[in-house]
């Protein structure tokens, strides 16, 4: 799978940050999530930062931990609104 994605850090926390408005990423499989985040092996985050459309509002922001497991991260919030 190939993927564009950026890599923003936001006081102190590093995120990769992906455009899902085509909804292409599996954001079911949390073990791609923590592969990605590993920071020997993979990218290397604290977190996935998926930018999707909505009917409300300019976009959603959908954040994953490293370990796969889904929240709300203020810093990468930031870096979704930058």
Do not use: W
Request: proline letters at 1%; glycine letters at 8%; one cysteine or more.
């Amino acid at each position: 799978m190939n993927l564009t994605f950026y890599k923003y850090q936001g006081t102190v926390n590093d995120f990769v940050m992906l455009d899902n408005r085509t909804k292409i990423f599996p954001k079911e499989n949390t073990d791609i999530i923590s592969r990605i985040c590993d920071r020997h092996f993979g990218i290397g985050a604290d977190g996935i930062i998926l930018i999707e459309n909505d009917t409300k509002f300019d976009f959603k922001m959908i954040y994953f931990n490293a370990d796969g497991s889904q929240t709300f991260c203020g810093n990468g919030a930031r870096c979704a609104v930058a």
